[in-house]
Protein backbone atom coordinates (compact mmCIF):
# COMPACT_ATOMS: atom_id res chain seq x y z
CA UNK A 1 0.00 0.00 0.00
CA UNK A 2 1.52 3.15 -0.99
CA UNK A 3 -0.74 5.58 1.48
CA UNK A 4 -0.15 5.80 5.21
CA UNK A 5 -0.75 3.12 7.80
CA UNK A 6 -2.09 4.58 11.15
CA UNK A 7 -2.31 2.36 14.35
CA UNK A 8 -5.56 2.24 16.00
CA UNK A 9 -5.42 1.61 20.15
CA UNK A 10 -7.98 1.13 22.21
CA UNK A 11 -8.17 3.35 24.51
CA UNK A 12 -10.89 2.85 26.25
CA UNK A 13 -9.21 -0.21 27.38
CA UNK A 14 -6.26 1.33 28.40
CA UNK A 15 -5.76 2.71 32.62
CA UNK A 16 -5.43 7.45 32.41
CA UNK A 17 -1.90 6.38 34.54
CA UNK A 18 -0.62 4.15 31.30
CA UNK A 19 -1.04 6.19 28.78
CA UNK A 20 2.35 8.00 28.65
CA UNK A 21 4.11 4.88 28.85
CA UNK A 22 2.28 3.76 25.39
CA UNK A 23 2.70 6.09 23.32
CA UNK A 24 6.46 6.26 24.47
CA UNK A 25 6.78 2.73 23.13
CA UNK A 26 5.18 3.50 19.83
CA UNK A 27 8.01 4.79 18.29
CA UNK A 28 9.68 1.89 19.18
CA UNK A 29 7.81 -0.59 17.28
CA UNK A 30 7.72 2.01 13.90
CA UNK A 31 4.61 3.50 14.66
CA UNK A 32 4.39 7.36 13.23
CA UNK A 33 1.06 8.14 13.69
CA UNK A 34 -2.00 7.00 15.77
CA UNK A 35 -5.75 6.99 15.09
CA UNK A 36 -7.78 9.84 17.52
CA UNK A 37 -9.75 8.48 19.43
CA UNK A 38 -13.53 9.60 20.87
CA UNK A 39 -12.46 8.96 24.24
CA UNK A 40 -10.31 11.79 23.99
CA UNK A 41 -13.52 14.01 23.99
CA UNK A 42 -14.55 15.86 27.32
CA UNK A 43 -17.75 17.50 27.28
CA UNK A 44 -17.65 19.24 30.35
CA UNK A 45 -14.87 21.59 28.44
CA UNK A 46 -11.96 20.22 29.46
CA UNK A 47 -9.68 20.09 26.54
CA UNK A 48 -8.14 16.62 26.98
CA UNK A 49 -7.04 16.70 23.20
CA UNK A 50 -4.65 19.38 24.34
CA UNK A 51 -2.72 16.93 27.02
CA UNK A 52 -2.93 14.45 24.09
CA UNK A 53 -0.86 16.82 21.56
CA UNK A 54 1.83 17.60 24.25
CA UNK A 55 2.54 13.72 24.72
CA UNK A 56 2.21 12.97 21.01
CA UNK A 57 5.02 15.90 20.37
CA UNK A 58 6.86 14.65 23.15
CA UNK A 59 7.05 11.65 21.71
CA UNK A 60 7.07 12.50 18.22
CA UNK A 61 3.54 10.71 17.08
CA UNK A 62 1.21 12.60 15.08
CA UNK A 63 -2.83 11.95 15.13
CA UNK A 64 -4.34 12.25 11.23
CA UNK A 65 -7.33 10.39 11.56
CA UNK A 66 -9.95 10.05 14.12
CA UNK A 67 -13.24 8.24 14.86
CA UNK A 68 -16.43 10.67 15.60
CA UNK A 69 -17.48 9.46 19.02
CA UNK A 70 -19.56 5.95 18.94
CA UNK A 71 -22.29 3.83 20.30
CA UNK A 72 -26.03 5.27 21.40
CA UNK A 73 -27.08 8.76 20.79
CA UNK A 74 -23.63 9.20 18.11
CA UNK A 75 -24.61 8.51 14.93
CA UNK A 76 -25.67 10.50 11.97
CA UNK A 77 -29.24 8.79 12.03
CA UNK A 78 -31.66 9.42 14.83
CA UNK A 79 -35.64 10.51 14.60
CA UNK A 80 -35.54 11.79 17.92
CA UNK A 81 -34.39 15.37 17.30
CA UNK A 82 -33.22 16.23 20.06
CA UNK A 83 -30.70 13.32 20.76
CA UNK A 84 -29.52 14.28 16.68
CA UNK A 85 -29.16 17.61 17.20
CA UNK A 86 -27.09 16.90 20.59
CA UNK A 87 -25.27 14.61 18.76
CA UNK A 88 -24.41 17.40 16.33
CA UNK A 89 -23.42 19.76 18.91
CA UNK A 90 -21.13 17.34 20.46
CA UNK A 91 -19.64 16.15 17.35
CA UNK A 92 -19.16 19.40 16.47
CA UNK A 93 -17.07 20.21 19.62
CA UNK A 94 -15.00 17.14 18.84
CA UNK A 95 -13.89 18.71 15.62
CA UNK A 96 -12.74 22.17 16.97
CA UNK A 97 -10.55 20.63 19.22
CA UNK A 98 -9.36 17.97 16.82
CA UNK A 99 -8.15 20.77 14.73
CA UNK A 100 -5.21 21.49 16.77
CA UNK A 101 -3.95 17.59 15.77
CA UNK A 102 -4.32 18.58 12.36
CA UNK A 103 -6.46 15.61 11.76
CA UNK A 104 -7.96 14.99 8.46
CA UNK A 105 -10.47 12.26 8.07
CA UNK A 106 -13.31 12.00 11.13
CA UNK A 107 -14.94 8.28 10.78
CA UNK A 108 -18.44 8.54 11.08
CA UNK A 109 -21.25 5.39 11.98
CA UNK A 110 -24.72 6.19 10.05
CA UNK A 111 -26.79 4.36 12.29
CA UNK A 112 -29.26 2.72 9.87
CA UNK A 113 -32.74 1.74 11.09
CA UNK A 114 -34.61 -1.18 9.63
CA UNK A 115 -37.16 0.69 11.17
CA UNK A 116 -37.23 3.49 9.13
CA UNK A 117 -37.76 3.60 5.54
CA UNK A 118 -35.11 4.03 2.95
CA UNK A 119 -36.06 7.78 2.62
CA UNK A 120 -36.85 8.02 5.89
CA UNK A 121 -32.85 6.88 7.05
CA UNK A 122 -31.10 9.18 4.44
CA UNK A 123 -33.35 12.39 4.68
CA UNK A 124 -31.80 11.97 8.64
CA UNK A 125 -28.21 11.71 7.17
CA UNK A 126 -28.41 14.36 5.34
CA UNK A 127 -29.58 16.53 8.13
CA UNK A 128 -27.14 15.28 10.10
CA UNK A 129 -24.26 15.89 7.19
CA UNK A 130 -25.64 19.31 6.40
CA UNK A 131 -24.83 20.46 10.05
CA UNK A 132 -21.67 18.89 10.33
CA UNK A 133 -19.79 20.10 7.10
CA UNK A 134 -19.42 23.63 7.70
CA UNK A 135 -17.67 22.73 10.70
CA UNK A 136 -15.66 20.48 8.12
CA UNK A 137 -15.53 22.99 6.35
CA UNK A 138 -13.98 25.32 8.90
CA UNK A 139 -11.35 22.96 10.43
CA UNK A 140 -10.22 21.02 7.11
CA UNK A 141 -11.36 17.91 8.18
CA UNK A 142 -13.12 15.32 5.57
CA UNK A 143 -16.49 13.58 6.94
CA UNK A 144 -16.00 10.24 6.45
CA UNK A 145 -19.35 7.72 6.21
CA UNK A 146 -18.01 4.25 7.27
CA UNK A 147 -19.98 1.19 5.93
CA UNK A 148 -20.80 -0.55 8.90
CA UNK A 149 -24.02 -3.33 9.38
CA UNK A 150 -25.71 -1.85 6.03
CA UNK A 151 -27.40 -4.04 3.72
CA UNK A 152 -25.58 -3.55 0.13
CA UNK A 153 -28.35 -1.34 -1.41
CA UNK A 154 -27.78 1.20 1.33
CA UNK A 155 -24.16 1.11 0.98
CA UNK A 156 -25.00 1.84 -2.82
CA UNK A 157 -27.09 4.68 -2.00
CA UNK A 158 -24.71 6.17 0.56
CA UNK A 159 -22.21 6.14 -2.31
CA UNK A 160 -24.98 8.77 -4.63
CA UNK A 161 -25.59 10.89 -1.51
CA UNK A 162 -22.00 11.30 -1.56
CA UNK A 163 -21.48 12.09 -5.16
CA UNK A 164 -24.61 14.13 -5.25
CA UNK A 165 -22.84 16.27 -2.69
CA UNK A 166 -19.53 16.51 -5.00
CA UNK A 167 -17.98 17.69 -1.55
CA UNK A 168 -14.29 18.20 -0.53
CA UNK A 169 -15.07 17.49 3.15
CA UNK A 170 -17.01 14.80 2.86
CA UNK A 171 -15.87 11.32 1.85
CA UNK A 172 -16.63 7.44 2.83
CA UNK A 173 -14.84 4.69 4.84
CA UNK A 174 -14.49 1.65 3.79
CA UNK A 175 -14.06 -0.74 6.67
CA UNK A 176 -13.20 -4.48 5.17
CA UNK A 177 -13.94 -6.34 8.10
CA UNK A 178 -17.54 -4.81 7.74
CA UNK A 179 -17.65 -5.54 4.10
CA UNK A 180 -16.49 -9.49 4.63
CA UNK A 181 -19.32 -9.97 6.98
CA UNK A 182 -22.06 -8.00 5.78
CA UNK A 183 -23.74 -6.80 2.60
CA UNK A 184 -21.74 -9.06 0.47
CA UNK A 185 -18.15 -8.89 0.63
CA UNK A 186 -14.71 -7.04 0.51
CA UNK A 187 -14.51 -6.66 -3.24
CA UNK A 188 -18.22 -5.55 -4.04
CA UNK A 189 -18.54 -3.38 -1.33
CA UNK A 190 -15.00 -1.59 -2.53
CA UNK A 191 -15.82 -1.83 -6.11
CA UNK A 192 -19.31 0.51 -4.81
CA UNK A 193 -17.56 2.67 -2.63
CA UNK A 194 -13.60 3.26 -4.51
CA UNK A 195 -14.75 6.56 -5.78
CA UNK A 196 -15.46 8.57 -2.63
CA UNK A 197 -13.27 6.41 -0.34
CA UNK A 198 -10.94 8.94 2.00
CA UNK A 199 -10.07 6.46 4.67
CA UNK A 200 -9.61 3.06 5.46
CA UNK A 201 -10.25 1.13 8.31
CA UNK A 202 -8.94 -2.55 8.55
CA UNK A 203 -9.24 -5.59 10.64
CA UNK A 204 -9.28 -9.49 9.75
CA UNK A 205 -12.81 -11.94 9.91
CA UNK A 206 -14.39 -15.19 8.80
CA UNK A 207 -17.44 -13.33 7.24
CA UNK A 208 -19.72 -14.25 10.18
CA UNK A 209 -18.59 -12.20 12.93
CA UNK A 210 -17.10 -8.91 13.03
CA UNK A 211 -14.73 -10.09 15.14
CA UNK A 212 -11.88 -7.08 14.61
CA UNK A 213 -8.79 -9.20 14.19
CA UNK A 214 -5.14 -8.55 13.01
CA UNK A 215 -4.64 -9.88 9.24
CA UNK A 216 -4.00 -13.45 9.04
CA UNK A 217 -7.10 -14.09 11.38
CA UNK A 218 -9.59 -14.38 9.00
CA UNK A 219 -10.61 -15.09 5.43
CA UNK A 220 -10.07 -11.88 3.86
CA UNK A 221 -7.52 -11.68 1.09
CA UNK A 222 -5.03 -9.34 1.69
CA UNK A 223 -2.78 -9.18 -1.29
CA UNK A 224 -5.72 -8.91 -3.24
CA UNK A 225 -6.79 -5.95 -0.95
CA UNK A 226 -3.00 -4.19 -0.89
CA UNK A 227 -3.45 -3.89 -4.73
CA UNK A 228 -6.95 -2.38 -4.30
CA UNK A 229 -6.45 0.14 -1.75
CA UNK A 230 -3.60 1.84 -4.37
CA UNK A 231 -6.63 2.16 -7.05
CA UNK A 232 -8.42 4.61 -4.99
CA UNK A 233 -8.66 7.72 -6.31
CA UNK A 234 -8.92 10.07 -3.05
CA UNK A 235 -7.47 7.89 -0.18
CA UNK A 236 -5.87 9.93 2.02
CA UNK A 237 -4.77 6.99 4.65
CA UNK A 238 -5.43 3.73 5.94
CA UNK A 239 -6.13 2.52 9.85
CA UNK A 240 -5.79 -0.49 11.65
CA UNK A 241 -8.74 -1.39 14.10
CA UNK A 242 -7.88 -4.74 15.51
CA UNK A 243 -9.08 -5.03 19.18
CA UNK A 244 -5.73 -6.65 19.69
CA UNK A 245 -3.64 -3.45 18.98
CA UNK A 246 -0.21 -4.65 20.50
CA UNK A 247 3.23 -5.01 18.64
CA UNK A 248 2.20 -8.48 16.85
CA UNK A 249 -0.89 -7.00 15.74
CA UNK A 250 1.03 -3.83 14.06
CA UNK A 251 3.30 -5.81 12.67
CA UNK A 252 0.87 -8.81 11.16
CA UNK A 253 -0.48 -5.46 9.40
CA UNK A 254 2.63 -4.36 7.99
CA UNK A 255 3.92 -7.66 6.66
CA UNK A 256 0.48 -7.48 4.75
CA UNK A 257 0.50 -4.29 3.56
CA UNK A 258 4.09 -3.57 2.17
CA UNK A 259 6.35 -1.43 4.19
CA UNK A 260 4.64 2.29 3.65
CA UNK A 261 4.17 3.71 7.06
CA UNK A 262 5.05 7.38 6.43
CA UNK A 263 3.12 9.43 4.23
Partial sequence: MKKELIHFIRWEKVQEKDVE???????????????????WFRSDGESYVRKIQNLLEKY??????????????NDC???????????????????????MLKVTTFTIHLGYRKDMSL??????LEKSVDSLLPVCEETGITLALENSGEPLPVIQ??????????????????????????????????????????????HDNYGEHDDHNPPGEGNIDWKELDSMLDTLPRLYHAETESGIWHKESWDAFRSVLGKTVAG
Fill in 21 to 39: SILAELPEWGVENIVAHPK
Fill in 60 to 73: HLRSTACHALWGTG
Fill in 77 to 99: INPDPVIQNDMIRRQSIFLRELR
Fill in 119 to 124: EENFSL
Fill in 157 to 202: RMEEMVQKYHHPNLGTCFDCGHANCYGGGVAKILEVMKNNIVTCHL
